[in-house]
């Protein structure tokens, strides 16, 4: 399938559906009904994968949200209006006095389930021209695709390595295809919202990244904060062996091939199966951005 950055993406006859009715279950998942050229009706399931923007949560980098209310918004935009076009108009004359929210946010773009583009890597790639992608020019066709899910939930906190993965995809039974998503359940989730999401939890080493990276996959998420070890694992490793490869190795992957991580996912212990759905994960457009945050939902054909 060719595409790019605004070019348009036939997804719907690529995966056989057009839109059709839908109704809300439980949280987290919804019921929809599509036509396919399959089937006449073909129902799936979406199951969310994301895990909140929360200034109420721990964070390294705090998160701020401000909220202005409906009342608080007239008088912005009255304010707004008189400022840049030159409009006079009085917000008292609106139903109730009131226009609509407004919510301003701080935040970085690793914040909440994101997608890191190879520009967050490094400055320089050693593949294609040199110059890493930023978040808005990766190809849209890597975001929508057959995923698989490993169980990791037995790792300590530190790095897996190409084995560990291995062990994984035979017990999920599967060999992932180019382009399909991997999925690592670290079962990180249990510590989010707390300082501890940000310490304990397993990543990957070289050899486990480019183990999958041989096989064709070029987006790998994790429930964990990072998709390499954390930060207290990493250093105290390169003090005792004085060995650079143990230094983010699993990001710095990306300065060599080229490749997406998408982090902080959640409820993957919420997919019935570690594989036969699909992942949606398109990452919000930000022009130069070394990231930008996603949605992420599986699909499942029930």
């Not at 839109?19 to 998942?29: E, I, M, N, P, V």
């Not at 949200?65 to 009342?71: I, S």
């Not at 994790?222 to 062996?241: E, H, V």
Request: aromatic residues 8%; contains cysteine; hydrophobic residues 35%.
């Amino acid at each position: 399938m060719r595409g790019g950055p605004g070019a348009p993406v036939e997804l719907g006859r690529r995966y056989g559906f057009e839109r059709g009715s839908r109704r809300s279950l439980a949280a987290g998942t919804t019921i929809g009904t599509f036509r396919g050229a399959r089937s006449p009706e073909a129902r799936v399931r979406l199951i969310d994968l994301s895990s909140p923007v929360d200034s109420s949560s721990y964070e390294p980098d705090p998160v701020t949200h401000e909220v202005l209310t409906p009342r608080e918004g007239a008088v912005h935009m009255s304010s707004e209006m008189r400022e840049h076009f030159g409009i006079e108009f009085d917000p008292a004359e609106l139903p109730d006095g009131e226009f609509l929210s407004l919510d301003r946010i701080t935040l970085t773009t690793h914040t909440g389930t994101h997608v890191d583009a190879p520009s967050h890597y490094g400055s320089r790639a050693s593949y294609g021209d040199g110059v890493p992608k930023h978040i808005d020019q990766m190809p849209l066709e890597w975001f929508f695709n057959p995923g698989v899910v490993l169980d990791l939930t037995d790792a300590a906190t530190g790095a897996v390595g190409a084995d560990r993965v291995k062990e994984a995809l035979d017990r999920a039974g599967y060999a992932p295809r180019p382009l399909d998503i991997v999925l690592l359940h670290t079962g990180a989730q249990r510590n989010a919202g707390t300082s501890r999401y940000f310490t304990d939890f397993a990543g990957l080493d070289g050899s486990a990244v480019h183990l999958l990276l041989d096989m064709g996959v070029r987006v790998i998420g994790t429930d964990a904060f990072s998709l390499d070890a954390p930060f207290g694992d990493i250093i105290a490793r390169y003090r005792a062996s004085g060995d650079r490869s143990v230094l983010w190795p699993a990001h710095f992957a990306g300065r060599d091939r080229e490749y997406c991580q998408i982090e902080r996912l959640a409820n993957l212990e919420s997919l019935p199966r570690p594989h036969g759905f699909r992942v949606a994960c398109f990452p919000v457009k930000i022009a130069g951005g070394g990231a930008g945050w996603t949605r992420a939902v599986a699909v499942l054909d029930d």
